[in-house]
């Protein structure tokens, strides 16, 4: 008799928030796909039946930020090294290919890896491949982006500017308004990099529009989205009531826990939490989004919340609403099985301030178009 699933996921808690679901279920997967998410599938009915009772299934971990144009730039990690041991599946690069290196990142990084890898592209030609801040005079390719967009809508998926002084050279704002032209033309959204500018967020958060992201909302260098006192710039619930993002980015100067827990207290939690790591950063960070997740979760952000944030709406701000970050018939059958492991667990952040936890999210098994791999991450 053939086997009516190719795997089944059976017995775990299942949670996905995007699709309303948290109890125990099965899943199972024909042909790379869901096709069943419901409890007490028969396992006899699968040719292969993964173990989930002990553990919590959730769609495949959505890394909207991270770098991992491996070989081109000195920060690139490789995105099957960096994501499959901690169940992310798709992971979208943050600005590492500009306009003169897309074509490598395109044929080596996506056509190379298992993991599902998209890119907001820089708006720069040298993108992260230059020794010098790319948004500088001369380094801007606003035609040719626009030009990308138009040839390859299914990988570059928004224009990334990388805002503060160190990269522009001075003001922002210039940058940030060509860039809001270059989105205009094309459709696609801008993910910008906030901390460090010349200008306050009171001027600049005006000029992004629904669908566009903030990354790095939590970062403690000047110029953020805290006023001198602490308190959230009223510019920034004024985006995010128009539809503007704030995505967490944690990289390696980003993340604070005082500014965190200031927005968390402020009823400012982040849309999307990714981990904007490197090659540099992932053996801090190792297992890489899963990390950057249980710092949140030691934050007190309740666990659907966090799953949501690294699942449904990442995917949905990536254009892929319902086909990743979720766990309902259709869907690419895309998996991470985790497990809760208790005891005592410190986390640092940029300015060296430390928080501790009792439990942490550990990778168990990642599920890719229905493929299982399992963890070899120990820490």
């Given at each position: 008799m053939t086997a009516e699933y190719d795997l089944l996921v059976r017995g775990g808690r299942v949670?996905?928030?995007?699709?309303?679901?948290?109890?125990r279920h099965d899943v199972g997967v024909r042909d790379g796909t869901v096709v069943a998410v419901a409890p007490g599938l028969d396992p006899a009915?699968?040719?292969?039946?993964?173990d989930a009772s002990d553990a919590l299934v959730c769609p495949g971990l959505v890394d909207v930020h991270a770098h991992v144009y491996w070989g081109a730039t000195s920060i690139g990690a490789w995105p099957d090294d960096v994501c499959a041991d901690g169940g992310v599946t798709t992971v979208a690069d943050g600005g590492s290919a500009g306009t003169d290196a897309f074509a490598g990142f395109r044929r080596w990084i996506v056509g190379g890896s298992r993991?599902?890898?998209?890119?907001?592209?820089?708006?720069?030609r040298v993108g992260l491949t230059g020794l010098v801040g790319e948004l500088r005079p001369g380094l801007v390719d606003p035609d040719g982006v626009a030009r990308l967009i138009r040839d390859h809508p299914d990988v570059i998926v928004g224009i990334k500017l990388r805002l503060s002084a160190r990269i522009t050279g001075g003001p922002c704002r210039p940058m940030l308004e060509l860039g809001r032209r270059v989105s205009a033309e094309t459709g696609k959204p801008l993910h910008v990099h906030i901390g460090g500018t010349v200008e306050s967020m009171t001027e600049l958060l005006p000029l992004l529009s629904s669908g566009d992201t903030v990354t790095h909302y939590q970062t403690p260098l000047p110029n953020g989205l805290l006023d001198g006192d602490g308190v959230l710039l009223p510019a920034a619930r004024e985006a995010r009531e128009r539809g503007v993002l704030f995505d967490c980015g944690h990289g390696m100067s980003h993340f604070g826990f005082a500014v965190a827990e200031a927005l968390l207290a402020q009823g400012f939690p982040p849309d999307t939490i990714s981990?904007?790591?490197s090659r540099r950063s992932f053996p801090d960070l190792a297992p890489g989004l899963l990390t950057v997740m249980n710092k949140w979760l030691a934050l007190g952000l309740p666990l659907p919340d966090v799953i949501r944030a690294a699942t449904a709406s990442p995917a949905a701000a990536l254009g892929l609403a319902g086909r990743v970050g979720a766990l309902r018939p259709g869907a690419e059958a895309d998996l991470a099985v985790l497990a809760f492991d208790e005891g005592r667990f410190g986390y640092g952040d940029a300015v060296g301030d430390r928080r501790v936890a009792r439990r942490r999210l550990r990778p168990v098994a990642t599920v890719r178009a229905g493929d299982v791999r399992r963890t070899s991450w120990i820490r």
């Open positions: 949670l996905a928030p995007g699709d309303g679901l948290d109890g009915r699968a040719a292969t039946v993964l993991t599902r890898v998209l890119c907001h592209l820089n708006l720069s981990s904007d790591l």
